[in-house]
């Protein structure tokens, strides 16, 4: 069998049998289908309570749940296809996550479905930390547009699903509904399936022939490649794990809840369902763009501008809304989702930068299941409480405060990237991603001017 040298030396199509693009097509299908989990539950959400008489506080425990599985997933998903590889387990979790959709149809016992929907989220989290990572393995020299391509896939899938369900009319019977489940399930398990027979993980060390780095920015801080365990002493992790949860605890619980928010000020149903199309537009877009700005303006710099817009767009929600102004609450809510999407482009990418490829699932599935879990306890079920309380405009003012404040926490890492003290020499030597390693000191020639930071024990 050729040694890891030799396929290090190999093309993606003499390694795969095929292009490496026609992975990162395969990881963006994956991605697609689960989509609707999140993004479709602000159309379909009233349906469900409907349908069973659950109370809105039900129908918001179910998001928060799925939000908490998922990111639980992560973790277990992460450590299992940087062991076996993302195939397997991407097949497996499809059939499972198409389950968790399925079960919306198998009420009214709240009990039972909840139980099949939280095994269903929690699979999701393996899908999704498996194209991500796919992606950023194959991708070093695009690491910014691919990640950024493949996770705006998680909101475009749920647009067909957006319009069929908000198109049902009001005289329709149950089971027109529960038909547009039925098929979002088979298109979940199905596509799921045939997109994991084309995911698999590049040899450790792989990169195209003749890469290199065109800028410092994708210089990495160090050639280690961290362990969870390693990761997790840098004080570095813990500022990106703060940021995340009050970022995504901010855009959950706008994007969650968007179309009974638009419907809290008296907006017309059209203005509703042009704010839940568009945020999920907006929110592949958001995830695209930036990501591959990033690569460009900096990972940090992009992070703060976009949560700290994010904040702003919320709070001019709140404004909007107040003032009794549809197109400015249209706007807002669609250009907020847009910054706000970049995170989840923008934290696996800030990962892989600050702790290597190696573990790259483990470390990005550990800052998601810690980050986004807690993050969804407001996204859904506090949010909820709060607006049921003191009315939607203060949950959103809120909301809009956590994302100006995740932005501003993230300022400190862009002098002070982690960094790992326990090595012998000074060279730049090309690591398991390709780009280019400063060992010794471990600082870039970006950060070399300050001081070194916290290191793992």
């Known amino acids: 069998m050729p040694d890891r040298q030799e396929y290090k030396e190999k093309t993606d199509k003499e390694i795969l049998g095929y292009s490496r693009y026609v992975v990162a097509v395969a990881a963006f299908f994956a991605m697609f289908v689960i989509s609707p989990f999140e993004y479709t539950w602000s159309s379909m959400s009233g349906k469900i309570g409907s349908i069973y008489g659950w109370s809105h506080e039900q129908v918001a425990m179910m998001f928060t749940l799925f939000i908490i599985c998922q990111s639980i997933g992560m973790l277990p998903g992460g450590i299992l296809r940087d062991r076996f590889g993302p195939r397997w387990t991407t097949a497996i979790a499809g059939v499972f996550s198409g389950l968790g959709i399925f079960s919306i149809a198998m009420g009214p016992s709240y009990g039972f479905v909840i139980v099949l929907w939280c095994v269903g989220s929690f699979f999701t989290g393996f899908i999704y930390n498996n194209a991500v990572t796919t992606g950023n393995k194959w991708f ?254 203060y949950g959103m003012t809120v909301a809009g405060i956590m994302a100006i404040i995740a932005g501003l926490v993230i300022l400190p890492l862009k002098y002070f990237p982690p960094v790992w003290r326990h090595q012998d020499s000074g060279s730049l030597k090309r690591g398991d991603d390709g780009a280019e390693k400063r060992t010794g000191s471990g600082l870039s020639p970006q950060s070399a001017k300050t001081l070194p930071t916290s290191p793992a024990a």
């Open 140 to 393: 070093c020299d695009h690491r910014g547009v691919m990640t950024g391509l493949i996770a705006g896939a998680f909101s475009w899938g749920s647009l067909p699903f957006i319009f069929s369900i908000r198109s049902i009319p009001h005289s329709a019977s149950n089971s027109t509904f529960f038909n547009v489940i039925y098929v979002m399930a088979a298109v979940i398990a199905g596509v799921s399936i045939v997109a994991a027979l084309f995911m698999k993980d590049p040899p450790k060390g792989w990169a195209p022939k003749g890469w290199v780095p065109k800028t410092t920015a994708n210089v990495r801080p160090t050639d280690h490649e961290y362990t969870v365990s390693q990761s997790l002493m840098t004080w570095q992790m813990w500022v990106l794990i703060a940021s995340f949860i009050l970022i995504s605890g901010a855009g959950l619980a706008g994007m969650s809840k968007i179309v009974a928010y638009s419907n809290s000020f008296g907006f017309t149903a059209t203005a509703a369902t042009a704010a839940a199309g568009g945020i999920s537009i907006a929110n592949g877009f958001g995830k695209f763009i930036l990501g591959s700005a990033s690569e460009r303006w900096g990972r940090e710099n992009t992070m703060v501008l976009s949560y700290v817009l994010c904040g702003l767009l919320l709070l001019a929600t709140v404004v909007a809304g107040n003032v009794g102004s549809e197109p400015l609450f249209v706007v807002a809510a669609i250009l907020g989702i847009f910054f706000w999407a970049s995170l989840f482009s923008l934290f696996p990418i800030i990962i892989g930068h600050y702790y290597g490829n190696s573990g790259a699932g483990g470390n990005y599935g550990v800052l998601y299941a810690i980050a986004k879990g807690t993050g969804g306890l407001y996204g859904g079920i506090i949010s909820a409480v709060l607006i049921h309380h003191h009315g939607f405009s």
